[in-house]
């Protein structure tokens, strides 16, 4: 056990499992107290147990003056040993072969990390190691060995296909996934019909029966929203006092309700009569037929052939039936009572069964409106299909669930087994590979599973469904993240294994989710994409990297972006990973420039597009000076304080990656052009201010701004800026200027301060002695401006490309420095 951080996870699991004697836990926190000392937060590690009682225990062991110790655990064989007790033992149990399409692969990986998420909470059972293809887990000693079947089986009925999950331990159930996901990503845009998932639990029925309650509710809610309104209007026009002009309209308006109140009633009224209604008398005949074939199988003396036959159709008969035959008997009752009024009928029965709508109807209060807009409610078939599956699934008998999914860790390694090539068969499961029967398989891939449900196969003529197992369906429906238009998926990855970056993974997770319309499962992060005012998605008209980009820069602070790898999960492609140093500047620029993602008049801000694209090709100035130009407020304190964040996260990439600033690769030439633009930014920039306060003192004789934009123009060429620069001086006889150090220059000036060193210029840095501010500033000439672009045209810019690039970043990067110039060209220009 070489690890620090894996010996105190062992340590923490033991204490949390709560079996050992004082003696022994006073020793295990004396270690981790010492571990703690040197600078691992072991308490980091114990609040991922979510156990409020170990954490007492550290902070009153740690706040006791007790001797730290620093014995290491010793691992023989599985068992690890610490001071010769056994604490437990070590066990890898082994995953599948991950799917290749995204959203069944996210189902898969967040099943497993909830799972092992309940094993540690619940079990004190923690991971050690993980990778795609297997796990390494430590299992604290109990006197019952652990069953990791049996395990699997309670994670499933208590958490993941419970309705409120396991709320001691931060467990979540369907209603912190299912619901939630209803209420926050659209899945589709028409809607959708009631949804074919194989049902496991009571809980998840009761779920799956609130949302089709929640329909019908608010169905029935319009419709009585609607009547008031027709009523309103009715009282209104017997107004006497109404007048000709005032009637009209409301008269159009009531005309125009009746219609439509009508239309809607008869439509839900027929469909329920026709299918419903239908759907009664033939279980009502069903059940005839199941008393005929009974007294049948008791006749005496009767042949077994026959009595097999008949059994065949008796089972046949069973499987058919949705209602008990009592509960059949009130069904036709009622719907001869209601008239045929499907929401009559519903509240007949809710007055006479209170006991068994009081669980869904408690439920259905968790949906909101996007909820219940998921399904296509006003098709009349659509929404007699939701009245008909509540029922089925309100009716449901233990014994007719279908069986839970398969471990998707297990203590023996699992190979896929050879199959004909092709992928149009139902011998196979579409998503994971398994084996499946071909005259039983029965699922088929639905919205919920899939992004897009229906496939052309490549051995396959037409485009259709293709059949998954059980397994994958129903992971599928209780996976929160769902792949849509409107979905960007983010994964949040510490850069090291260390504790505390782990612990603040999660914390950010759960205060985005929190805090907007997100959702999250252990490392991934859903982001709802924003809409325009004509209800497009802002994440496809800006592009779907950018908008990943703008919104995580947006949503997290500074050190997440610096200290995180952060990736977005593309449909058919490989995890892409959004650069630290790319959001750490966009994010910047988003608050020097006051921008955001759907501007004040509700369209898409396509020039922050513009700016996010030149940010990815690493061209900040550009992105600064298209923003600048586009923007009223721009704030100089903090832009400077990001362009220096953006140097530091170069030069830390650059050197994670094995390579120094002379390094032949894009990133490093990328870094010395933005390094050499920055200090030659600061040596013209003081002659252009220089200029901007002459002429300015000159009272109107000419143009400041003009004259500005006529040096910052000739920067192309030294020896034309030079002899520009006298305008600078007053006595138009030297070419010299200061540049001041400021918070709002910060950056440039040691920049160019290191520029001056490489060029042998020294004891150029003044401290003005004549205030108490003690302020210094750069005493610059017009050699240095020569003797600066000689140094770069000799050596790294020699190349007229590189030269008109370095130049030209050196333009755009002053003309952001006079950002009232800037808008002024725009303005200029536009007319």
């Avoid at 894996?6 to 949390?16: D, P, T």
């Avoid at 009767?302 to 059949?328: A, G, V, W």
């Avoid at 496809?540 to 790898?565: I, M, N, R, T």
């Amino acid at each position: 056990m070489n690890s620090r951080v894996n010996q105190a996870k062992i340590l923490i699991s033991v204490l949390a499992r709560g079996s050992l004697s004082p003696e022994s836990k006073n020793t295990i926190i004396a270690t981790l107290k010492n571990y703690q000392d040197n600078k691992l937060d072991v308490v980091a590690i114990a609040k991922s147990f979510d156990s409020p009682k170990l954490i007492r225990e550290f902070k009153l062991g740690f706040n006791d003056q007790i001797n730290t110790t620093s014995d290491q655990l010793i691992q023989e064989g599985t068992q690890i040993l610490f001071q010769g007790q056994t604490l437990g033992n070590i066990k890898t149990l082994y995953k599948s072969p991950l799917p290749g399409e995204l959203q069944s692969r996210l189902s898969i990986e967040t099943a497993i990390e909830r799972f092992l998420e309940y094993l540690q909470k619940v079990h004190q059972i923690i991971v050690l190691e993980e990778s795609d293809r297997h796990v390494r887990i430590f299992i604290p000693n109990s006197e019952q060995k652990p069953n990791f079947q049996e395990l699997w089986k309670n994670f499933l009925e208590e958490v993941a296909f419970s309705d409120y999950g396991n709320s001691q331990y931060k467990l979540p159930g369907l209603v912190q996934t299912f619901i939630v996901m209803l209420k926050t990503v659209t899945l589709s845009g028409r809607g959708f019909s009631t949804l074919d998932v194989p049902i496991v639990t009571r809980q998840q029925a009761d779920v799956l029966a609130s949302w089709y309650y929640a329909v019908i509710r608010d169905v029935q809610k319009r419709q009585i929203q609607r009547q008031r309104q027709i009523n309103q209007l009715r009282e209104e026009l017997n107004s006497p006092e109404l007048t000709e002009k005032e009637r009209k309209p409301r008269q159009k308006q009531l005309q125009e309700k009746e219609v439509m109140q009508a239309k809607e009633d008869k439509k839900y009224t027929e469909y329920f009569q026709k299918s419903f209604g239908k759907a009664l008398k033939e279980q009502d005949l069903a059940w005839k037929e199941i008393t005929e074939l009974q007294k049948q199988l008791e006749t005496a003396n009767l042949p077994k052939t026959d009595q097999k036959k008949l059994q065949k159709q008796l089972t046949k008969l069973r499987e058919s039936i949705t209602f008990e035959y009592d509960s059949l008997q009130e069904k036709l009752n009622q719907f001869e009572e209601s008239g045929g009024n499907p929401f009559r009928f519903v509240e007949l029965d809710q007055q006479q069964h209170p006991q068994r709508f009081q669980k869904i109807v408690s439920l259905a209060k968790n949906f909101t409106d996007t909820a219940t807009d998921q399904i296509n409610s006003s098709r009349g078939d659509i929404f007699t299909q939701c009245l008909a599956e509540m029922y089925r699934l309100l009716e449901m008998k233990p014994q007719n669930f279908d069986s839970l999914p398969q471990p998707l860790l297990t203590e023996k390694a699992v190979f896929s087994g050879w199959r004909s090539p092709g992928d149009d068969s139902k011998e196979f499961c579409y998503s994971c590979g398994v084996d499946l029967d071909p005259k039983t398989a029965k699922w088929k891939v639905a919205r919920f599973m899939f992004e897009r449900p229906s496939q052309r196969r490549q051995s396959s003529a037409s485009e259709d469904r293709p059949h998954i197992c059980a397994s994958c369906s129903i992971l599928a429906f209780a996976c929160p993240l769902k792949v849509t238009d409107e979905s960007i998926i983010i994964q949040l990855n510490s850069v090291d294994d260390s504790p505390q970056n782990q612990s603040k993974i999660k914390d950010y997770i759960r205060m985005l989710t929190n805090k907007e319309l997100n959702l999250s499962t252990g490392r991934y992060l859903i982001l709802s994409s924003e809409r325009t005012l004509k209800g497009d998605l802002a994440s496809q008209k800006l592009g779907q990297v950018q908008y990943a980009l703008a919104k995580v820069a947006s949503l997290f602070p500074v050190e997440v972006l610096s200290d995180f790898k952060i990736s977005l999960l593309i449909q058919g492609s490989e995890a892409l990973t959004l650069a630290n140093r790319h959001l750490i500047l966009i994010k910047g620029l988003i608050g020097c420039y006051q921008q955001s993602i759907i501007t004040s008049d509700q369209e898409v801000n396509l020039k922050l597009g513009d700016a996010i694209r030149y940010v990815e090709q690493d061209l900040p100035f550009l992105a600064c000076y298209t923003l600048t130009r586009n923007s009223k407020f721009s704030d100089p304190f903090s832009l400077e304080k990001i362009l220096e964040r953006y140097w530091q996260e170069l030069q830390k990439e650059i050197e994670s990656k094995g390579g120094t600033m002379n390094s032949d690769n894009q990133l490093s030439k990328r870094a010395k052009l933005y390094r050499d633009v920055a200090a030659l930014t600061g040596l013209t920039y003081a002659f252009a201010k220089s200029i901007e306060d002459t002429v300015t003192k000159a009272k109107g004789k000419e143009d400041p701004e003009r004259e500005v934009s006529k040096l910052i123009e000739k920067v192309d060429d030294a020896v034309a800026f030079c002899y520009y620069a006298t305008l600078g001086d007053e006595t138009k006889k030297e070419v010299k200027a200061r540049l001041w150090h400021n918070s709002d220059n910060d950056f440039i000036y040691e920049q160019t301060k290191k520029l001056l060193e490489r060029l042998d210029i020294v004891g150029r840095e003044k401290k003005d002695q004549e205030d108490d501010s003690n302020r210094v500033w750069l005493q610059l000439y017009a050699d240095d401006v020569l003797k600066a672009y000689t140094h770069f045209a000799e050596q790294d810019y020699a190349q007229e490309k590189d030269w008109k690039e370095l130049t030209y970043n050196l333009k755009l990067s002053l003309y952001t420095r006079f950002p009232e110039l800037v808008r002024k060209l725009k303005s200029t220009s536009d007319k």
